[in-house]
């Protein structure tokens, strides 16, 4: 039975571990609270480390915008002043050239001008009639041309050439270098064969002629023909070199061949009549070659210093106001005397010739 005195003792142990148990509860609330509190202050040290990046990332998005604003509006002051420059260089240029047109020699410029400008395209379209004239002409004499003529004269340029005889030459001519050279390595390696010294002969192996003199003795019974052709030497003289030359002379003779192939076709076309009679043909049917002639192979007026005229009269037009030319310098403004027509000429290019006369001579009226 407990005594009195022995429940008492039990009653402070437990009131002592209630105690202890108080304190551990307690340290463990004091920690706890000690790390939440830790970890409010680093969830509030990164809440702020953000709020600074975002604030740093808006002040360099903003310089930049900024920047690229400045460049835009630099740019655009750029762009303003060469505008407002060319404004005031034209301006200054249309006063300068006010000024001078009211002057003799600016006067004349002037009235030469509002004739030029009428007179060039008149004389470009008189080009582009003749260059049609001769297109057309051109084509109705080619198509008359016979099929076989147009095609001999069309591969007369290859048999003059013959390329695939010369391409074929140069590889047989190739080939016959390669063999040359295989040839030489092959003398080559003959030779150091041949000076190369002799093995020290073995004294307990059997020769070749030793195993020979074996077969002809009567009591042989050991050595046969088989095993004497297994110990025979190597002869350097036995190798077939003579057939190592065949590749190099039949290259040799192939390219050698193709070669006075090539020279002979070409002079047989060179000597051919056929195409340079035919030219001589066509050209005295026509007055030209159909199958040479690109366009007109002369203008269409007289004289030959009107060569290039139209170009020139454009050009003074366009730079007179900024030259400023003399009276003196300017291009007389005439339109050129067309050539007469002609029997050697297609009906084309006459009916155009003609043409240009009555115009001339309507405008002279």
Same mark, same amino acid.
Request: hydrophobic share 40%; charged share 25%.
């Given at each position: 039975? *407990? &005594?009195?005195k022995?429940?008492? /003792?039990?009653? %402070?142990?437990?009131?002592a !571990?209630?105690r202890? #148990?108080?304190?551990?509860?307690?340290?463990?609330?004091?920690?706890?609270a000690?790390?939440?509190?830790?970890?409010t202050?680093?969830l509030?040290?990164?809440e702020?480390?953000n709020?600074?990046n975002m604030?740093?990332?808006?002040?360099i998005a903003?310089?930049s915008?900024r920047?690229?604003?400045?460049?835009?509006?630099?740019l655009?002051?750029?762009?303003?002043?060469?505008?407002?420059?060319?404004a005031?260089?034209?301006?200054?240029?249309?006063?300068?050239?006010?000024?001078?047109?009211q002057?003799p020699?600016?006067s004349?410029?002037?009235?030469?001008?509002?004739?030029? *400008? &009428?007179l060039?395209?008149?004389l /470009?379209?008189? %080009?582009?009639?003749?260059? !049609?004239?001769?297109? #057309?002409?051109i084509?109705?004499?080619?198509?008359?041309?016979?099929?076989?003529?147009r095609?001999?004269f069309?591969?007369?340029?290859?048999?003059l050439?013959?390329?695939?005889?010369?391409?074929?030459s140069?590889?047989?001519?190739?080939?016959a270098?390669?063999?040359?050279?295989?040839?030489?390595?092959q003398l080559?390696?003959?030779?150091?064969?041949?000076?190369?010294?002799?093995p020290?002969?073995?004294p307990?192996?059997?020769?070749?002629?030793e195993?020979?003199?074996?077969?002809?003795?009567?009591?042989n019974?050991i050595?046969?023909e088989?095993?004497?052709?297994?110990?025979?030497?190597?002869?350097?003289?036995s190798?077939p070199?003579?057939?190592?030359?065949?590749?190099?002379?039949?290259?040799?003779?192939t390219g050698?061949?193709l070669?006075?192939?090539?020279?002979?076709r070409?002079?047989?076309?060179?000597?051919d009549?056929?195409?340079r009679n035919?030219?001589?043909?066509?050209?005295?049917r026509?007055?030209?070659?159909p199958?040479?002639?690109?366009?007109?192979?002369?203008?269409?007026?007289?004289?030959?210093?009107?060569?290039?005229y139209v170009?020139?009269?454009?050009?003074?037009?366009?730079n007179?106001?900024?030259q400023?030319p003399l009276?003196s310098?300017?291009i007389?403004l005439?339109v050129?005397?067309?050539?007469?027509?002609?029997?050697?000429?297609?009906d084309?290019?006459?009916?155009?010739?003609?043409?240009?006369?009555?115009?001339n001579v309507?405008?002279s009226q």
């Open positions: 039975m *407990v &005594s009195p022995d429940r008492l /003792r039990h009653i %402070e142990e437990s009131s !571990a209630s202890d #148990h108080l304190r551990n509860i307690e340290r463990s609330s004091v920690a706890n000690r790390a939440s509190a830790e970890n202050q680093l509030q040290g990164i702020y480390t709020r600074m604030v740093y990332n808006g002040i903003e310089n915008a920047q690229l604003q400045t460049q835009r509006q630099q655009a002051l750029q762009q303003e002043q060469h505008a407002l420059q060319q005031v260089a034209e301006q200054t240029a249309r006063h300068e050239f006010s000024m001078w047109r002057t020699e600016g004349a410029f002037v009235e030469w001008q509002e004739r030029a *400008v &009428s060039v395209p008149f /470009r379209d008189r %080009e582009r009639t003749w260059h !049609a004239a001769w297109e #057309h002409a084509g109705r004499a080619r198509a008359d041309v016979p099929e076989d003529e095609r001999r069309a591969s007369h340029p290859a048999r050439k013959q390329s695939g005889l010369r391409t074929a140069i590889t047989a001519f190739a080939i270098g390669l063999c040359a050279l295989f040839l030489l390595g080559l390696l003959l030779s150091l064969m041949a000076s190369a010294p002799e020290t002969p073995d307990d192996r059997i020769t070749y002629e195993c020979l003199a074996t077969l002809d003795d009567p009591d019974f050595m046969n088989a095993d004497c052709e297994a110990i025979k030497p190597a002869d350097s003289s190798v070199v003579a057939a190592l030359f065949i590749p190099l002379v039949l290259a040799l003779g050698v061949a070669v006075v192939m090539r020279k002979t070409r002079r047989e076309a060179q000597n009549p056929t195409v035919e030219i001589e043909a066509r050209t005295a026509w007055g030209f070659d199958l040479t002639t690109q366009g007109p192979w002369f203008p269409w007026y007289e004289s030959q210093r009107f060569t290039g170009d020139g009269i454009e050009h003074m037009v366009r007179g106001p900024s400023r009276p310098q300017l007389p005439q050129p005397t067309p050539m007469r027509p002609s029997e050697r000429l297609p084309e290019v006459n009916e155009v010739l003609s043409s240009f006369q009555q115009e309507r405008l």
